[in-house]
């Protein structure tokens, strides 16, 4: 057992403590330490609450601006038993947070910019409150691997300096709604995949102009050959869409994007009726790609080895399981920094 009352490191800053063997009533030591900014309790075995004392009263680690509590045993509770002040990021992954979670439990944390709360099973009834102390500071919101409600989309919106949105695999179900989380204007990364939501992107998708990553991958949602929906986005680099419906427009979309993206990937995307299809026309106006996925899709006509010479940084292109013909005419001066061209399981000759 550390002995923080004989050490007194008031001058301590930072201390990590991750996969030792704490109990809650050890950690009494922290008192010693008045002027930590970052403390690593990862992979102990506190559970509960957490409930540092300084002698008879709680202790307010005032200058705490980092805690990390993940892989432990701590339930709802643990956020009524900490009193800091100015904490700036928590991250409390795969602990036993359940039930009915409301973002009112972290309203101490006034000015809270990064929460992390993945891999927590049962989240299902987690609440945000328009009127929560945290709403207006909070940047990054991440509930990767938990249980989620639809409705959070709807209520999201009150986090109006959001930048960063992550609900990988929250069993999300449904259309996206056209309100909530619309309003993120600040938003520069979302990852909703590996989810089922499904249905056409909702008009409302083009205010997100700051985006700069999206990854809807692993849906079932409806994809415009034309990309319409991403038009707007002219901060937009990344783009992740694999595994869901690519579909044919009634109207015909000739506009240039704003967007110049640096890595897609459009993997294992099926087509109404199964049409051979050509490349989205939106690829022809990319002149920064350095990572193109476009694998076992139904693509067809020619090789399009036209993105080697739009793109000049090309790294990485992925055309294989397609139903791409020849002849396969490479540029007369072959893209240098290309590292990997996978072309196989197509129709050549």
């Known amino acids: 057992m550390i002995d923080g009352t004989q050490l007194r490191l008031t001058n301590l800053e930072e201390l990590d403590l991750r996969a030792n063997l ?40 005032t200058h705490l601006e980092e805690l990390n509590l993940n892989y432990n045993l701590f339930n709802n509770s643990v956020f009524a038993s900490l009193k800091l002040s100015n904490l700036k990021s928590l991250s409390i992954i795969d602990n ?31 609440v945000i409150q328009k009127e929560s102390n945290v709403s207006s500071n909070l940047e990054e919101i991440y509930l990767d691997d938990s249980h989620l409600n639809t409705n959070i989309l709807q209520s999201i919106g009150v986090f109006v300096s959001l930048k960063t949105l992550s609900l990988r695999e929250t069993g999300l179900i449904g259309p996206l709604p056209n309100e909530g989380w619309c309003d993120l204007r600040n ?23 700051s985006l700069r990553e999206l990854d809807i ?17 002219s901060n937009l680099k990344v783009l992740l869409s ?18 110049q993206l640096k890595f897609i990937s459009l993997s294992k995307c099926i087509t109404s009726q ?18 193109v996925d476009l694998s076992q899709n139904n693509f067809s006509g020619i090789v399009p080895t036209w993105l080697l010479e739009n793109s000049t940084n090309l790294e990485v ?33």
Not at 107 to 118: C, G, H, K, V
Not at 326 to 345: A, E, R, W, Y
């Open 96 to 126: 036993q947070l359940k039930g009915s979670k409301d973002t009112k439990d972290v309203d101490a944390f006034t000015n809270l910019r990064i929460l992390d709360m993945s891999n927590n099973e049962y989240l299902k009834d987690f």
């Open 317 to 349: 292109l992925f055309l294989r399981g397609n139903s791409f013909t020849g002849p396969v005419s490479l540029p007369p001066t072959l893209n240098i920094k290309l590292s990997s061209l996978d072309i196989s399981q197509n129709i050549l000759q």
């Open 242 to 259: 694999d595994e869901n419906k690519m579909v044919m427009e009634l109207s015909f979309y000739t506009s240039v994007p704003k967007f």
């Open 187 to 209: 938003l520069e990364v979302l990852d909703v995949s590996e989810n089922a939501l499904e249905g056409m992107l909702p008009h409302c998708f083009s205010n997100l102009t």
């Open 217 to 233: 991958s692993g849906n079932h949602f409806q994809i415009p050959l034309s990309f319409a929906p991403f038009a707007n986005l």
């Open 274 to 291: 199964q049409l051979n299809l050509e490349l989205p026309t939106f690829l022809y106006y990319q002149y920064d790609l350095r990572y």
């Open 22 to 61: 704490f109990r809650n009533n050890t950690i009494s030591f922290l008192e010693g330490f008045s002027s930590l900014k970052s403390l690593t309790l990862w992979n102990n075995h506190l559970q509960g609450s957490l409930d540092i004392k300084d002698g008879g009263r709680k202790l307010e680690l």
